[in-house]
């Protein structure tokens, strides 16, 4: 079992700038693939950012040229370091999972709040 664990939310103002982690722990394997997700009051979860175990990135055009995903693979934990932030990226922010057999894993969320 794959547990996910995620860090560094809060509140902050228009323009700010947050780090959010994502630590993995338990059964994983060499090759996965992670990313973020999140969930606006009101809104459906949406993909944010993704890395594969080969180092490949894409980001959702909503945040391209704004959030960087990185992952260090010795410490199994992936970043999002999200700059210019605005008050629509208010949200619960999740990591995904994915191993080599195709099955998910989501740490718990930790909210962004975007507000002056």
């Known amino acids: 079992q794959v547990q996910l664990v995620e860090s560094g939310g809060g509140l902050v103002q228009p323009g700010g700038s947050l780090r959010l982690s994502c630590a993995a722990s338990?059964?994983?394997?060499?090759?996965?693939?992670m990313g973020w997700y999140r969930q606006g009051p009101g809104k459906q979860r949406e993909w944010v950012a993704g890395i594969t175990s080969g180092g490949s990135i894409s980001y959702a055009d909503s945040v391209k040229g704004r959030f960087t995903i990185s992952r260090d693979s010795a410490k199994n934990t992936v970043y999002l370091q999200m700059n210019t932030l605005k008050p629509e990226d208010t949200a619960v922010y999740y990591c995904k999972l994915r191993d080599v057999y195709g099955a998910d894993y989501w740490g718990q969320g930790t909210q962004v709040t975007v507000s002056s």
């Open positions: 338990g059964s994983i394997f060499s090759q996965y693939a």
